[in-house]
Every structure is written in C-alpha cells, then in structure tokens.
C-alpha cells in the first residue's frame, strides 16, 4: 500500500481527531470563559426596537413557541431573552401558544421559569394557551374568531375566567407577534395566515441554520427584525442587559469556528501543496 | 363498490373545502357570507387534526409490536424502550396531566437533554464536513468557499476581532446574493405549490387518498 505524504495527510484527518479537536475548543471556553465582546447586528437591533414599538402600554403580545426540545441549547437563550423584554414592559399583555409543535408549551413554561415576571400575574398578565391541533388550519381558526377557538388555557382554566383573555375577539386585537421557530410549521405558515391578511407586526428567532432562508421576509419587511441563532441571542441579552446561556456559548462558538477555520486552511494548502507536486513530478 | 370507498366522495369534499379556503382568503370583502361557514370549517379542521395524533400513537404501537413479535434483530430492544417510555408518558400525561412532577422529570431529565445531544451531534458532522468539501478545486467553489468562511466568522465575535470587514461583507452576503437566491427557491416553491393546489383541487393529484386498488 502506497503510503501517504503529508500534504495528502493534511488533507484527510481523521474525522475523530477532528470530533475530539471540537469538543475540546467548546468545553475549554464554556469552564474558562474569554469573556469577548458582543457587537448587536443589525437585524437583532430591529427586533429588539419593534418589541420596543409594539409592545406599549395597553399593547397584546402573542407568543408563539414553535420549536422542539432538541433546539432548546440555541432557542432557549433566544425565547428567554425576547420573552423577559416583553415582560420588562408595563401593562402588557402576554398570551403563549403553539400550534406546529405540540412541545411548545412544556418549553414555554421552562422558558418562563427562567424570566423575572416583573409583578406580572398568571391569568391576569399573561396566559399559556397551550398547543393546538391542525397547523395552519389552527391559525387561521385564532386568527377569525378566539374565543371560538380557545375555551380553556394551558392548565384547563376557562378562558371567561383569565382577564387577560377579555376583549380579545380576533388577531386584529393582538398588536405584536413573536414567533420563534425552528422549521415547519412555523413562521411561512403564520405568515400566509397571520400576517399577510391581517397585517399584524411580527418579529422572529429562529435556528442559525434557518436563519439564511428567513431573511427575505427581513428584507420585505414580514419580519421587523429578526435574532438568529446563539449569536443572536447573545446580541439580545446584551440588549436587555441579561447576560444568560447564550452569552456563555458564544466564546465556544468562536473557538470552534476558528477551529474550522483553520481546519479549512489547512484542508486547501494540503490540496494546492499536493497539486502542486504531482505536476512537477509529471 | 362501497359507497365508503369510492375516490369521488373524498374528491368532492377536497373541492368544496378548498373552493371554501380560496373564496374565503382571497374574496372575504367582497363575499361575507362565506366567513362564517368556513371559520366552522377550519374549528372542524382543528379537531379532526387532534385526532391523526391517535392515528400516530396507533401506527408507532403497530410498528414496534410488529418489531416485538418477531423479534427483528437489532431493533426490538429499542421497540420495547420505545413502547414503554411512550405509554408511560401518556399514562401520566393523561392521569396526571403534563404538569404532573414525573412527566416534568420525564421530559426536562430524559427527553430533553436526549433531544438536544443528537442536535448537538451535528456540530461534529459539519466541522467534518467543512473541513473536507470546502476545497477551493475551481472557482465557483472557491465563491462558495470564501462566502461559507466569511459568514462563519460573521456569526462568532471573535471575526470582528480579527478583521473589521468579516460583519459588513457577510452582511452583505447575506442581505444581497442570500436574499436574491432564496427568494428564487421561495417563488419556484409557491408556483409549485399553486400548480399542485389546483391539480388536487380538480381531483387530478390523488396521492393524499392513498394507493389506488
């Protein structure tokens, strides 16, 4: 067997070398943080600003939790921080709800144990709805008519009985809508039945890797702004001035992306190198 | 033929929901009438949605007994786990409701870091495989190579430390060719979408009704 020279070998490492080189550059960061700076984007600043907008006093925020429990590393620090603005705001208004993902609710509830409720009551300030069946169909359902919909909350509470719940007829009532998402259903489907009829403003945080194919409703302006990833939630924690998870995660993501980085590198010297000697050598 | 298992019924039913969907979407203003009929209609789509969860908690009992029963090696360890961990947490889901302190323990101890760990796998499986595709072999690689480096170190605070232009052309990237090139994927989808709409609404696409005898 021919044996390899070492441009060849730098091209192909072992992918277990490569596993052990990320889990190392991502445990070092989070037991020694480097404590880098955070600059906020661009698209972070618009949602925080349109939070800011939307959600004034007298103001209903819904929130919708459209992601799963294997998301939660990198929507969690997201729904946390987008939700303890809401609730940083007075006399808001808060209702929960999921109707792609029937975890949303369980992790709403985790999200909420997280959040300073700033004297905010359960009932009378806020609500989970709960999860419900059908999707888009469900949507456009809260959309029309909600209490033709929403009979109890969460926890079996009749809805008469919530306060928060009073004078809420249908989505033209709801000032802002926070949806976090991670695939489908998700931000499209509450976008053709929410936003586009009803005109309704609406900000989002979503996956890294989901990120790239939601900017063009960024860019219409669907979205007033939109936190992307852990990065994006980094960015929003520095915004409400709650360093949480995401914070602590981001120096592990610029150590492991300089790992790839330089893995890359690597990978390309390695090709041209080899390349390069196979030419001269004819 | 039953009149049950005639394809024409479950055509009709397809034709006046979507006819309903579409007059009610596009011509609310101008035919109010329709409104109150189709809000029932979705209330009605809402519930009959509740009940394919039933469908799906029988099919994964069918398939894993199935497993069971013969044995499948390899497989039928994970059915019985499977099986067992799924009525145990609908035993307790429905007796104690979800907030009930073990299906919390179940959930946030069991499930939820399970679900995040094969999430997280995938931190492994892309490093991997940055490392061997992005090779610059010619110069459309190399425009993908460079976009794929450059949006990296957008997204870690450390690119700006490095160079000041890592944010500004990333955010480019993806503002300008992203946004250009995803909006023709989304167009291309929704004209697919119009045309496979139209095509079952006429009873012409009928792989929703399952396989023809």
């Given at each position: 067997?021919?044996?390899?020279?070492?441009?060849?070998?730098?091209?192909?490492?072992?992918?277990?070398?490569?596993?052990?080189?990320?889990?190392?550059?991502?445990?070092?960061?989070?037991?020694?943080?480097?404590?880098?700076?955070?600059?906020?984007?661009?698209?972070?600043l618009k949602a925080y600003k349109a939070v800011d907008e939307y959600a004034k006093p007298g103001s209903v925020v819904v929130i919708a939790f459209e992601f799963i429990a294997g998301n939660w590393p990198e929507m969690g620090p997201i729904a946390v921080a987008m939700t303890q603005h809401v609730f940083n705001k007075p006399d808001v208004r808060i209702i929960i709800l999921a109707m792609g993902r029937d975890e949303g609710p369980i992790l709403a509830?985790?999200?909420?144990?997280?959040?300073?409720?700033?004297?905010?009551?359960?009932?009378?300030?806020?609500?989970?709805?709960?999860?419900?069946?059908?999707?888009?169909?469900?949507?456009?359902?809260?959309?029309?008519?909600?209490?033709?919909?929403?009979?109890?909350?969460?926890?079996?509470?009749?809805?008469?009985?919530?306060?928060?719940?009073?004078?809420?007829?249908?989505?033209?009532?709801?000032?802002?809508?926070?949806?976090?998402?991670?695939?489908?259903?998700?931000?499209?489907?509450?976008?053709?039945?929410?936003?586009?009829?009803?005109?309704?403003?609406?900000?989002?945080?979503?996956?890294?890797?989901?990120?790239?194919?939601?900017?063009p409703y960024v860019a219409a302006g669907q979205l007033k702004g939109l936190v992307v990833g852990l990065r994006g939630g980094g960015e929003y924690e520095k915004l409400i001035n709650k360093p949480g998870?995401?914070?602590?995660?981001?120096?592990?993501?610029?150590?492991?992306?300089?790992?790839?980085?330089?893995?890359?590198?690597?990978?390309?010297?390695?090709?041209?190198?080899?390349?390069?000697?196979?030419?001269?050598?004819? | 033929m039953s009149l049950l298992r005639q394809r024409e019924i479950p055509i009709g039913i397809t034709l006046i929901a979507g006819f309903l969907m579409l007059i009610d979407y596009y011509f609310r203003a101008e035919i109010p009438q329709v409104a109150g009929i189709s809000t029932t209609v979705q209330r009605w789509a809402v519930i009959i949605a509740a009940f394919a969860l039933l469908i799906g908690l029988i099919n994964i009992t069918r398939?894993?007994?199935?497993?069971?029963?013969?044995?499948?090696?390899?497989?039928?360890?994970?059915?019985?786990?499977?099986?067992?961990?799924?009525?145990?947490?609908?035993?307790?889901?429905?007796?104690?409701?979800?907030?009930?302190?073990?299906?919390?323990?179940?959930?946030t101890n069991i499930f939820l870091p399970i679900d995040a760990a094969m999430y997280s796998i995938l931190a492994l499986f892309i490093s991997s495989a940055a490392y061997r595709a992005f090779r610059a072999r010619n110069f459309e690689a190399f425009l993908m190579?460079?976009?794929?480096?450059?949006?990296?170190?957008?997204?870690?605070?450390?690119?700006?430390?490095?160079?000041?232009?890592?944010?500004?052309?990333?955010?480019?990237?993806?503002?300008?060719?992203?946004?250009?090139?995803?909006?023709?994927?989304?167009?291309?989808?929704?004209?697919?979408?119009?045309?496979?709409?139209?095509?079952?609404l006429l009873g012409m696409e009928r792989g929703y009704l399952g396989r023809e005898e």
């Open positions: 067997m021919e044996r390899k020279g070492f441009w060849d070998r730098l091209q192909s490492i072992d992918h277990r070398i490569l596993y052990a080189a990320v889990i190392v550059v991502i445990i070092i960061p989070l037991l020694r943080p480097l404590g880098l700076p955070i600059t906020v984007t661009d698209a972070t509830e985790r999200t909420l144990r997280y959040v300073d409720k700033k004297g905010k009551e359960y009932g009378r300030d806020y609500v989970n709805l709960g999860f419900f069946a059908g999707g888009e169909a469900a949507m456009a359902a809260f959309a029309r008519d909600i209490p033709g919909l929403v009979k109890k909350d969460y926890y079996g509470t009749p809805i008469e009985g919530l306060p928060v719940m009073s004078g809420l007829k249908s989505l033209s009532d709801i000032d802002l809508f926070i949806c976090l998402w991670s695939g489908t259903p998700g931000w499209v489907e509450y976008l053709r039945q929410w936003q586009t009829p009803y005109g309704i403003a609406c900000v989002g945080g979503t996956l890294g890797i989901v990120g790239p194919g939601a900017q998870e995401a914070t602590a995660g981001l120096d592990a993501i610029s150590t492991t992306h300089i790992l790839i980085f330089v893995c890359v590198i690597l990978g390309n010297i390695g090709y041209f190198a080899a390349r390069g000697a196979r030419r001269r050598e004819g | 398939i894993h007994l199935n497993h069971l029963m013969k044995r499948t090696r390899g497989q039928w360890i994970f059915s019985v786990w499977c099986l067992f961990i799924m009525y145990l947490m609908i035993v307790v889901g429905l007796f104690g409701t979800v907030r009930h302190p073990i299906y919390q323990w179940l959930y190579l460079a976009s794929g480096i450059i949006t990296m170190m957008m997204n870690a605070p450390i690119g700006e430390i490095i160079w000041k232009g890592f944010p500004v052309v990333g955010d480019w990237i993806m503002m300008v060719p992203n946004v250009a090139a995803q909006r023709a994927f989304l167009i291309c989808a929704v004209v697919g979408a119009v045309s496979l709409g139209i095509r079952t």
